[in-house]
């Protein structure tokens, strides 16, 4: 029994002949993880300026329960030592409740095996769906219909869309290295979803730098769901279906295209494997070896993404009442 006080009685001999015994002072045993920026790059000992370079560190994540614990001793040591906070951003991770908001446990029945879960819903559905749902510091009810919703919605017009876009580009045998059409070539209709494409990126860009991945999320889905497939493949479904090659169908296929790059680039960070399988589709080569997406402002139109959200909202209405 390594326990006190059995321990205590216990002396071990040092290669030098000297005694060994247990260490008798003590101290909070989450020192050692406060201790984590130094230990793991062996500082101050070596390695100094990379020490240096990493530190503080610029996102943390936990329980809430490690307030007291590692948040704490963090800042504690690195005030002591360094004059200087630990870290620069923090999250406290919420708790995954059940459908009905109680906590999961094995006594009241309602717990939720995760392994099962992910066998049967993948793990890109159960990810972009408690992302999506919660902020990741609120607390999150979860209900598998929630999954398959998900997996309807967002995943099944995405995988859809793609297979539109596939189905007829390999029919023309389309080059995505093709010269672009110039813009001022293009439809009103081409211009406008390059635009909210745009626009999405920028959002996207801005949320990931606050760390706001719930926003990204929604606002993925939603160019997906209701700009991309609702409206925009619905509406020119008829420039990749004739039968002449031009201008006008090549602008087409490259506008698709570019949306649908970027979509998986977008996704990448939430539904990693899904969005990689598209975008090798796509290129031919893995969307996390991509760089990431730029916003062009020059291909913004505010102006025109006013106007086609009214006539969607106008078209929702009379839908809705006919």
């Known amino acids: 029994d390594l326990h006190r006080p059995f321990v205590d009685d216990i002396v071990l001999v040092s290669p030098s002949g000297k ?25 101050p000992f070596e390695t100094e300026g990379t020490f240096q370079e990493k530190f503080p560190a610029a996102f943390i994540a936990e329980g809430v329960d490690q307030t007291r614990g590692w948040f704490y001793t963090l800042h504690a040591i690195a005030t002591l030592t360094q004059d200087s906070v630990a870290y620069r951003t923090v999250v406290s991770n919420g708790l995954v409740l059940d459908k009905h908001g109680q906590k999961m446990s094995k006594r009241l029945g309602n717990a939720v095996d995760p392994f099962k879960t992910l066998d049967q819903y993948g793990a890109d559905a159960v990810r972009w769906y408690m992302i999506g749902n919660a902020a990741p510091w609120d607390n999150l009810k979860f209900d598998e219909e929630g999954i398959t919703e998900v997996q309807r919605k967002f995943f099944r017009a995405l995988f859809n869309t793609y297979g539109f876009f596939a189905l007829y580009a390999n029919i023309d045998g389309f080059d995505p290295e093709t010269p672009a059409v110039p813009m001022e070539q293009r439809t009103e209709m081409d211009r406008w979803i390059l635009s909210r494409l745009n626009s999405l990126v920028t959002q996207c860009d801005a949320a990931f730098a606050d760390y706001e991945p719930t926003v990204v999320a929604r606002a993925v889905q939603d160019f997906v769901v209701e700009d991309l497939s609702n409206w925009y493949v619905r509406l020119n479904r008829r420039r990749f279906w004739k039968g002449e090659a031009g201008t006008d169908k090549t602008a087409a296929f490259q506008t698709l295209f570019r949306c649908l790059e970027v979509v998986a680039q977008l996704s990448a960070p939430i539904a990693p494997f899904y969005a990689d399988r598209l975008y090798r589709d796509l290129r031919g080569s893995s969307v996390h070896l991509s760089d990431w997406p730029e916003s062009d402002k020059a291909l ?19 839908l809705s009442i006919r």
Request: glycine fraction near 2%; proline fraction near 5%.
């Open 19 to 43: 005694p060994m015994k247990r260490e008798a002072d003590l101290i909070d045993v989450w020192f050692d993880s406060g201790a984590m920026p130094y230990a793991q790059w062996h500082y």
């Open 300 to 318: 913004i139109d505010k102006e025109l993404e006013a106007r086609t959200r009214l006539a969607q909202r106008l078209t929702s209405l009379v």
